[in-house]
């Protein structure tokens, strides 16, 4: 199992569009995702889950992995919260 | 208005002209369908047949959304159609529709049970927030849930809606604009007007009459109510009786034949016979009328409310975004021009964390907002300055009361193009820079802010709400919202002055100006420019087209010396009908 801190920096935060790469980039690992955010905490392969996260840049998010391929899905999803979910 | 139920005797509404036309029939209200669900214990038996239940009620509920969503893009626009992606995505949610169906087995209840307990759970997460986007969100999510358990119980669509109806609501939204003109739709008529326009675009798109704004329709009307609804002028009429009837088809008579003459009308430049040109342009929100404008012989956009794209989103949008909507425009537009005015929104629009007003219209708004925000200021004028390459973009600025608000913007407007100087990004330089006259104080100091703008744009409906002290929206004083008050026509009258000795033209771009028995009067006070609803505009064509300036100048002299609304108002009325005969004019 592998916890990282990420941070959202793209300026309209976790939005419809990024949550849904946010989904489909985790549904690519077999490793669970689970996000947490202040006390909620979610399935991160679920868009509706992912949505009700309302991160705004700069906010943190905790992703846990848990899973085969953890190590290769938390390099993805971290490199796709440094893109800035490749928004602007 | 009047709010007593409906008896039997005929009840006028008035509202909002929201897509022109005229029709009357059966009222159906229409509020949303809140699907009952019942808790049941079913058999592990019936366990795959409840999940196919479910599957299915998915499958269809998903054909109905593709269905809206390939519907809106074509009439409204991606960007618009955008708002039905979010529900398109919590429907193909494999890990929502997994624990829903894992519960169902588990716990042996019956799908739409679930589906509302698991879906609710989300909602309230989001409707906890004190965020207005998580909130609509909300929304869609609550949206979906009722389609899906609507059609786990295998309910069609709106069953209730036999035959032709006019449908009366709250409020529409696209999804039910859409799904509703599948069926036989003679008019929309709604208590919120503002945020719809979607709903209002559509309409005009269907060619169905719709009225927006009636505050209290939906308590006035009940179902199988017959009314009328007067699309042109904004007025349902509840129990209409003969005549009422009658003349409404008279009306209808006259403005097809109008309509079918229009044709040759909009081409025509707006010109008094003897050649006084009128600038005659429309107020726009959606960068999808611009045809319709287009076709009703508009020069140009007039008014673009900017504010159009903030609806259904947290978050103002950013440079990029902004330019796309002002480039298409612009170039639409071309050759004629477009005046882009920057949001005028109250604060809390803009900015999740303000404080709730307790007095709106005199608080955080226009102008304001946008000074005390300057990084979302000069997105938006960056946005506004990069589509102006072809020199055919105007900026305008909301709710300036003061010389000092007016001075910033403009160092706003100059920061934002060494900006985009240092980006080495094209835009015309001598991009004219117009403000709003709504608020009494701009009112007076006209010359001033003339003598340090571009531009004059005269916006009616809260200068007159300001200047009189009457909010039209409460009943109780509705009546003393008065466009012909002797003080506002002389507040007009200084603004076209005090413009024209600064040697600027001034324009006006409230409801007033898309009123045809205004038109005599402001052509005579020397106004340069009118824009107005793409839907009046051929009628206010027709008025300029009819009547010499020096006549008008002549009735304006003699308005001018008039002391009440009701002498002002009747002198008006006998002259455009005596000038204009063949036009469907309104009391």
Same mark, same amino acid.
């Given at each position: 199992?592998?916890?990282?801190?990420?941070?959202?920096?793209?300026?309209?935060?976790?939005?419809?569009?990024?949550?849904?790469?946010?989904?489909?980039?985790?549904?690519?690992?077999?490793?669970?995702?689970?996000?947490?955010?202040?006390?909620?905490?979610?399935?991160?392969?679920?868009?509706?889950?992912?949505?009700?996260? @309302?991160?705004? %840049?700069?906010?943190?998010?905790? #992703? /846990?992995?848990?899973?085969?391929?953890?190590?290769?899905?938390?390099?993805?999803?971290?490199?796709?919260?440094?893109?800035?979910?490749?928004?602007? | 208005?009047?709010?007593?139920?409906?008896?039997?005797?005929?009840?006028?509404?008035?509202?909002?002209?929201?897509?022109?036309?005229?029709?009357?029939?059966?009222?159906?209200?229409?509020?949303?369908?809140?699907?009952?669900?019942?808790?049941?214990?079913?058999?592990?038996?019936?366990?795959?047949?409840?999940?196919?239940?479910?599957?299915?009620?998915?499958?269809?509920?998903?054909?109905?959304?593709?269905?809206?969503?390939?519907?809106?893009?074509?009439?409204?626009?991606?960007?618009?159609?955008?708002i039905f992606e979010a529900q398109l995505m919590i429907l193909a949610d494999a890990i929502l529709m997994g624990a829903i169906e894992g519960r169902i087995a588990r716990e042996l209840k019956n799908a739409e049970?679930?589906?509302?307990?698991?879906?609710?759970?989300?909602?309230?997460?989001?409707?906890?927030?004190?965020?207005?986007?998580?909130?609509?969100?909300?929304?869609?999510?609550?949206?979906?849930?009722?389609?899906?358990?609507?059609?786990?119980?295998?309910?069609?669509?709106?069953?209730?809606?036999?035959?032709?109806?006019?449908?009366?609501?709250?409020?529409?939204?696209?999804?039910?604009?859409?799904?509703?003109?599948?069926? %036989?739709?003679?008019?929309?008529?709604?208590?919120?007007?503002?945020?719809?326009?979607? *709903?209002?675009?559509?309409?005009?798109? +269907?060619?169905?009459?719709?009225?927006?704004?009636?505050?209290?329709?939906?308590?006035?009307?009940?179902?199988?109510?017959?009314?009328?609804?007067?699309?042109?002028?904004?007025?349902?009429?509840?129990?209409?009786?003969?005549?009422? +009837?009658?003349?409404?088809?008279?009306?209808?008579?006259?403005?097809?034949?109008?309509?079918?003459?229009?044709?040759?009308?909009?081409?025509?430049?707006?010109?008094?016979?003897?050649?006084?040109?009128?600038?005659?342009?429309?107020?726009?929100?959606?960068?999808?009328?611009?045809?319709?404008?287009?076709?009703?012989?508009?020069?140009?956009?007039? +008014?673009?409310?900017?504010?159009?794209?903030?609806?259904?989103?947290?978050?103002?949008?950013?440079?990029?975004? %902004?330019?796309?909507?002002?480039?298409?425009? @612009?170039?639409?537009?071309?050759?004629?021009?477009?005046?882009?005015? *920057?949001?005028?929104?109250?604060?809390?629009?803009?900015?999740?964390?303000?404080?709730?007003?307790?007095?709106?219209?005199?608080?955080?708004?226009?102008?304001?907002?946008? $000074?005390?925000?300057?990084?979302?200021? $000069?997105?938006?004028?960056?946005?506004? $300055?990069?589509?102006?390459?072809?020199?055919?973009?105007?900026?305008?600025?909301?709710?300036?009361?003061?010389?000092?608000?007016?001075?910033?913007?403009?160092?706003?407007?100059?920061? @934002?193009?060494?900006?985009?100087?240092?980006?080495?990004?094209?835009?015309?330089?001598?991009?004219?820079?117009?403000?709003?006259?709504?608020?009494? @104080?701009?009112?007076? #100091?006209?010359?001033?802010?003339?003598?340090?703008?571009?531009?004059?744009?005269?916006?009616?409906?809260?200068?007159?709400?300001?200047? +009189?002290?009457?909010?039209?929206?409460?009943?109780?004083?509705?009546?003393?919202?008065?466009?012909?008050?002797?003080?506002?026509?002389?507040?007009?009258?200084?603004?076209?002055?005090?413009?024209?000795?600064?040697?600027?033209?001034?324009?006006?771009?409230?409801?007033?100006?898309?009123?045809?028995?205004?038109?005599?009067? #402001? /052509?005579?006070?020397?106004?340069?420019?009118?824009?107005?609803?793409?839907?009046?505009?051929?009628?206010?064509?027709?008025?300029?087209?009819?009547?010499?300036?020096?006549?008008?100048?002549?009735? *304006?002299?003699?308005?001018?010396?008039?002391?009440?609304? %009701?002498?002002?108002?009747?002198?008006?009325?006998?002259?455009?009908?005596?000038?204009?005969?063949?036009?469907?004019?309104?009391?």
């Amino acid at each position: 199992m592998i916890e990282r801190t990420v941070t959202i920096v793209n300026s309209k935060g976790l939005h419809t569009r990024p949550a849904a790469s946010l989904v489909k980039t985790a549904a690519r690992f077999q490793a669970e995702l689970t996000i947490r955010k202040d006390n909620l905490e979610i399935n991160g392969k679920s868009i509706i889950g992912v949505m009700t996260l @309302a991160a705004e %840049q700069g906010s943190t998010l905790t #992703l /846990v992995l848990d899973g085969p391929d953890e190590e290769e899905a938390c390099r993805a999803l971290e490199d796709l919260f440094r893109r800035g979910f490749d928004e602007e | 208005m009047d709010g007593t139920p409906a008896t039997g005797s005929e009840i006028v509404l008035r509202g909002v002209a929201a897509a022109p036309g005229i029709s009357h029939g059966p009222a159906y209200i229409y509020s949303k369908v809140i699907p009952r669900v019942e808790q049941k214990q079913i058999t592990p038996e019936e366990v795959p047949s409840e999940i196919a239940r479910l599957r299915n009620a998915n499958a269809r509920s998903d054909k109905e959304l593709q269905k809206i969503h390939a519907f809106a893009e074509q009439k409204l626009g991606s960007d618009n159609a955008r708002i039905f992606e979010a529900q398109l995505m919590i429907l193909a949610d494999a890990i929502l529709m997994g624990a829903i169906e894992g519960r169902i087995a588990r716990e042996l209840k019956n799908a739409e049970f679930i589906v509302a307990d698991e879906i609710t759970k989300y909602k309230q997460i989001m409707l906890a927030s004190h965020d207005e986007y998580m909130h609509e969100r909300a929304h869609d999510v609550d949206d979906v849930m009722n389609r899906i358990i609507r059609n786990i119980q295998d309910q069609k669509l709106f069953s209730r809606l036999e035959g032709a109806s006019i449908i009366v609501s709250e409020t529409l939204t696209p999804s039910d604009t859409v799904i509703f003109s599948r069926n %036989q739709v003679l008019g929309y008529a709604t208590d919120l007007g503002g945020i719809t326009s979607h *709903a209002a675009i559509l309409a005009r798109s +269907l060619k169905i009459p719709a009225v927006v704004g009636l505050r209290t329709c939906t308590k006035t009307i009940a179902t199988g109510d017959t009314i009328a609804i007067d699309g042109y002028a904004g007025v349902v009429v509840v129990n209409p009786g003969d005549d009422t +009837l009658q003349a409404l088809e008279g009306k209808k008579e006259r403005f097809r034949d109008f309509e079918e003459r229009l044709v040759t009308i909009a081409p025509l430049t707006a010109e008094t016979p003897d050649r006084k040109r009128i600038e005659l342009s429309a107020n726009i929100e959606f960068d999808t009328e611009l045809e319709f404008a287009r076709t009703q012989g508009s020069a140009g956009i007039g +008014l673009f409310r900017t504010e159009s794209q903030l609806i259904g989103r947290a978050t103002y949008p950013s440079e990029e975004e %902004q330019f796309a909507v002002y480039e298409r425009v @612009a170039g639409g537009v071309f050759p004629h021009s477009v005046i882009f005015r *920057a949001f005028d929104v109250g604060g809390d629009k803009l900015s999740p964390d303000a404080e709730h007003e307790a007095n709106p219209f005199l608080g955080w708004r226009g102008i304001r907002v946008l $000074l005390d925000r300057p990084e979302l200021f $000069l997105d938006q004028i960056r946005g506004i $300055l990069r589509a102006s390459t072809r020199k055919n973009v105007r900026i305008m600025f909301p709710m300036v009361s003061t010389l000092a608000e007016l001075r910033r913007a403009r160092e706003m407007v100059a920061r @934002a193009k060494q900006e985009l100087d240092a980006r080495n990004v094209p835009y015309d330089p001598a991009i004219k820079i117009g403000v709003m006259i709504e608020v009494p @104080a701009a009112a007076v #100091l006209a010359e001033q802010i003339a003598a340090e703008s571009d531009f004059l744009s005269i916006g009616t409906n809260d200068l007159i709400q300001y200047l +009189l002290a009457v909010d039209r929206d409460n009943a109780a004083v509705a009546p003393l919202y008065q466009q012909f008050n002797p003080a506002v026509l002389r507040t007009i009258k200084n603004i076209i002055d005090a413009g024209h000795r600064r040697g600027v033209w001034v324009g006006m771009c409230g409801e007033m100006a898309g009123d045809p028995f205004a038109t005599v009067l #402001l /052509v005579g006070m020397g106004i340069d420019e009118l824009s107005v609803l793409p839907s009046v505009l051929p009628e206010i064509k027709k008025v300029i087209l009819s009547v010499r300036f020096k006549d008008a100048k002549r009735v *304006a002299d003699r308005v001018l010396a008039m002391s009440t609304e %009701q002498e002002i108002r009747d002198h008006l009325s006998s002259i455009t009908r005596d000038k204009v005969p063949e036009i469907p004019l309104d009391e």
